[in-house]
């Protein structure tokens, strides 16, 4: 009987030793799925995000056949021609070495690691709104990005507009880095429209006018501008009737936003038919109507372009 005991016992003792291991290997497999799947979802929405905020568009020499993100893309502007820079993670030319906390200076502040201020050709005045971690998870994605060895093109801005000390009189002057804050008693839907139209897709960089030093004429916050970049007339887009988009139902809107039809069968031209295709048409159905919804919600504006 004892011998018994002892072997009843020793093989309950084997039992229980594989079942502790087996419970730890299946809390390490989901462990490890868990990890993979948030990883992979993470890096889904910094590729949702980079799409929207119109990365791809503004830094790829698309004319020219420019490899994706490397830069060099010329913006023409009334004070002179911007290129734009390399943001593929490579080391010595675009941001592979730059740290999370370089990115958000950089991305919401305009200022370079080096500590240079940047023009506002590049729309930091806008992504200023973007929270924190949603523009990390846009630097996340870059980081997974094809380095590019590209060297960064210097503008062709004449004086005075290409000196950039005085890039600190101009941030006084018009540069307002308060955080996105929703329309009053606006609903979850007009809330996240604003998000995206004011910080991410940044429209009113190109649809509202700007004074003769660049700074934004909120005034007109929308209304269009007959001096866009590209030397292109950019329309208004607040619900006014006889200037704007008043007469567009919201369902015209997130058609537009899809395919660059307008509602009278006509379709877009120019710059506005790259950021569709490059950025608008890339967003989910609830992100469009969410614009869609707040470009109807925010003041008509009677601007006519001319």
């Known amino acids: 009987m004892p011998g018994t005991v002892t072997k009843i016992r020793r093989e309950r003792f084997f039992l229980i030793r594989a079942a502790l291991f087996l419970i730890a290997g299946v809390t390490l497999y989901w462990g490890a799925g868990s990890h993979l799947l948030q990883a992979e979802e993470a890096a889904d929405r910094g590729a949702y995000l980079t799409a929207a905020s119109g990365c791809y568009g503004c830094h790829t020499d698309i004319k020219n056949g420019g490899k994706p993100f490397a830069g060099g893309r010329a913006l023409e502007t009334p004070f002179g021609i911007f290129y734009t820079p390399n943001i593929t993670p490579d080391a010595e ?39 924190d971690e949603d523009a990390l998870a846009i630097k996340s994605h870059l980081m997974t990005l094809t380095p590019v060895m590209r060297e960064n093109q210097p503008h062709d801005v004449s004086p005075p507009f290409s000196w950039r000390w005085l890039q600190w009189g101009w941030r006084l002057l018009f540069f307002d880095d308060t955080p996105y804050a929703p329309p009053a008693g606006a ?65 015209d809107i997130v058609s537009f936003m899809k395919d660059g039809m307008k509602p009278n069968f006509d379709d877009v031209q120019g710059s506005m038919d790259e950021v569709i295709r490059n950025s608008l048409s890339k967003l989910t159905d609830a992100d469009l109507e969410a614009i869609a919804r707040y470009l109807k919600s925010i003041p008509p504006i009677s601007h006519k372009v001319q």
């Not at 941001?95 to 990115?103: H, K, L, Q, V």
């Not at 209304?223 to 887009?237: D, L, P």
Request: proline fraction near 5%; charge should be negative; charged fraction near 15%.
């Open 93 to 131: 030319t675009g941001i592979g070495g730059w740290s999370d906390a370089d990115f958000l200076k950089a991305v919401k502040q305009g200022i370079s690691p080096t500590g240079h201020y940047y023009f506002p050709a590049f729309p930091y005045t806008s992504y200023t709104k973007m929270t």
């Open 187 to 251: 609903g979850e839907t007009v809330a996240r429209g604003g998000y995206l139209v004011e910080a991410l897709t940044h429209c009113g960089e190109c649809h509202t006018p700007r004074n003769f030093l660049g700074g934004s004429d909120h005034s007109l916050y929308l209304a269009g501008t007959a001096n866009g970049g590209e030397g292109e007339k950019v329309a208004n887009i607040t619900p006014d009737d006889a200037t704007g988009i008043g007469d567009w139902s919201e369902g």
